[in-house]
């Protein structure tokens, strides 16, 4: 058996399972208690206070980071909120479990509610009313083994940091989480430890206890009961392939020294350290919506002067090209409401949305022209129309390079006529699959369909990348696609001049690309071009692409 | 009543490190303390990390600190240094 989710901290672990259970039950509803209600309040302090107490003393051994999160934990037991809170429920005749329950499970859902960062925190606090739900019941405390007999592959729902702060490089191989995203403290915590994990792994804490599994945090595999040929091969090609991408450095290109800059995809300032880390070359697409995505209002031209020009600072003469924000669909923003509609991503998102509010535009365009030096370029752009309107607004504020994004089927096939109004394109080829295969990004059902190398997906970026060369002007990636090694080179093949993608695949992307010549790429692509199955235009790019093999990739 | 405008300057915002931070020095305060983000949100209980984490205090928005009493001036003091610290 096989199940796959995000690889987050990259490497090959393997080894049993160790499924960690946290079987602490709720509480039956309505649940009271004999006796004075100040007794079941004392009791109730005390339990959080000696929760709290524990979570600093591990902080404490643990130390670095572990201790911070574990000591933010402590004070998280102790929230006076929280404390009001339990002692009003037990006034009203709850009992101190049930109380405890259901204050905590409020303030989780507040967190959950506001998804990113604070959504991931909603773990912490669910962990903290387990266990002084345990205590309150004298039930054991849910927990690891002391003194495993070898090392385990940690399996469970989601980890927080109290289950992983004593956690021994020595005992553990891999985390593997049902839940959790990027941002999730597994997904910390496993990057610090250099430990491989895969979370958001649908089906993991099935996986039955004790059986060997093999993670690939790379890639999001996991494997049940590998043999032991497949577990060699894999350490093997993991360990080479650290090796051989680590000796690659310096700006993007091919072998004959065609350069083709290697750009990152940004949310945020927090991001610009790691695309710098990982030797990007500038910033091919800024998702401002992530900037804002759960403010109540607008951000002020302040606050995005100073996002935008971070950007530009961590990249002194490199490209830095933010992308408008995209409201709507699968990224809601509260200050761009829009009615309801029965299909979202078909309705008034992106450049849409952003035209209905033209206040909003007009700090966002004016902002990214006083950060001095950045490109801007617009999302879900449809028509010429559009584009040119666009264009219109973003040189009135005196920004000069001034591009679109092709994700709509219909500006791919009229790329001459959008190119004609702008100076760049950009291929964000998520949604181009998207709205090519007429299936939701968002729905695992469909999810065959998204496979980047579809032959009707590579025809849209080959005629939008032989418009932008008919017209001597740029056309970039930016989407998945750009972040496979092979696919890289086909798109290099086919023209694209620049490729933009999530820190960690560039250097996989750059060795690749170093490891063929422009020849090389271009037959690639007119390999992958003619096959009618995706499976069978990877197979026929890679017969030309024989570096990617000695690469490991 | 007592009262410090300041930027927050970590790239976290006023979350994670700096929000413990805040409310560790925020209850060592004999009297109450207030925050609100002075683009809506708040006022809300200082000492409490759960409010603070909730109001979601990003990197360059101002919040307004207020505490009222004896010794509220410094004790302003350093939470406005606490959450000016990038």
């Not at chain 1, 209002?297 to 971070?310: C, D, F, G, I, M």
């Not at chain 1, 994700?407 to 791919?412: D, Y």
């Not at chain 1, 291929?427 to 496979?451: C, E, K, P």
Request: proline share 7%; with cysteine; aromatic share 4%.
């Amino acid at each position: 058996m096989n199940l796959r989710g995000v690889g987050v901290s990259p490497g090959i672990g393997h080894g049993p399972s160790y499924v960690l259970t946290v079987s602490v039950p709720e509480p039956p509803e309505g649940a009271t208690y004999t006796g004075e209600a100040e007794r079941e309040k004392e009791r109730a302090m005390a339990a959080l206070t000696q929760v709290a107490g524990e979570l600093e003393a591990r902080g404490n051994q643990a130390g670095g980071e572990a201790e911070e999160i574990l000591k933010a934990q402590a004070l998280m037991a102790e929230d006076p909120g929280l404390v009001v809170k339990v002692r009003s429920l037990i006034d009203r005749g709850l009992a101190a479990p049930r109380a405890v329950f259901e204050a905590f499970t409020k303030y989780r859902d507040v967190l959950t509610g506001s998804g990113g960062y604070l959504g991931e925190r909603a773990a912490d606090l669910g962990d903290i009313r387990d266990r002084v739900i345990a205590l309150l019941n004298g039930q054991a405390m849910p927990g690891l083994p002391v003194a495993p007999e070898e090392p385990y592959v940690l399996v469970a729902r989601d980890l927080a940091p109290a289950d992983t702060a004593l956690l021994s490089r020595d005992d553990v191989v891999a985390f593997v989480t049902e839940e959790g995203g990027p941002t999730s403290h597994t997904a910390i915590m496993a990057r610090s430890m250099g430990v491989p994990a895969v979370v958001a792994c649908p089906g993991a804490t099935r996986i039955p206890a004790g059986v060997p599994v093999m993670v690939d945090g790379t890639s999001g595999e996991v494997r049940l009961e590998p043999a032991a040929s497949d577990v060699a091969h894999a350490v093997g090609a993991a360990t080479a392939r650290q090796a051989a991408l680590a000796s690659w450095t310096g700006p993007g290109g091919t072998a004959d020294g065609h350069p083709v800059p290697l750009l990152a995809n940004v949310g945020g300032p927090a991001e610009l350290d790691a695309a710098v880390a990982a030797g990007a070359e500038g910033i091919g697409l800024y998702r401002t919506e992530f900037l804002f995505l759960d403010r109540p209002e607008p951000p002020s031209a302040e606050e995005q002067v100073h996002a935008y020009r971070a950007a530009l600072e961590a990249f002194p003469g490199g490209r830095v090209v933010v992308r408008t924000l995209d409201g709507g669909a699968d990224k809601p923003l509260a200050f761009l409401p829009a009615a309801t509609e029965p299909n979202p991503a078909l309705g008034e998102r992106g450049l849409r949305r952003f035209a209905r509010y033209p206040e909003v535009m007009d700090v966002q365009l004016g902002a990214v022209a006083a950060a001095g030096g950045a490109s801007v370029m617009a999302p879900m752009v449809a028509t010429a129309e559009e584009a040119a309107w666009f264009a219109r607004e973003c040189r009135d504020k005196g920004l000069t390079d001034v591009g679109v994004m092709i994700e709509i089927p219909s500006a791919a096939l009229r790329a001459a006529d959008l190119l004609a109004v702008v100076d760049f394109v950009s291929i964000g080829t998520n949604d181009l699959s998207q709205y090519s295969f007429a299936a939701d990004r968002q729905l695992g059902a469909v999810s065959a369909m998204h496979d980047p190398w579809q032959p009707a997906l590579l025809d849209l970026i080959a005629a939008t990348a032989v418009a932008a060369a008919r017209a001597g002007k740029p056309c970039g990636v930016c989407g998945e696609a750009a972040a496979d090694p092979a696919l890289a080179c086909v798109l290099v093949g086919m023209g694209v001049s620049t490729l933009s993608m999530a820190p960690s695949a560039l250097a996989a992307v750059r060795a690749g690309l170093a490891a063929h010549t422009m020849e090389q790429c271009e037959a690639a692509a007119e390999a992958a071009r003619a096959p009618s199955s995706a499976a069978d235009a990877r197979a026929a790019a890679r017969a030309h692409l024989p570096g990617l093999d000695r690469l490991g990739l | 009543m007592g009262e410090r405008k300041v930027t927050v300057a970590a790239e976290v915002g006023l979350h994670a490190r700096p929000a413990a931070t805040f409310v560790q020095r925020a209850k060592l305060a004999p009297m109450d303390i207030t925050v609100a983000k002075t683009h809506g949100g708040g006022p809300v209980n200082g000492k409490s990390i759960l409010a603070i984490m909730a109001l979601d205090v990003r990197q360059g928005e101002s919040v307004v600190i207020s505490a009222e009493g004896e010794g509220a001036d410094e004790v302003l003091d350093e939470l406005a240094k606490i959450a000016s610290t990038p």
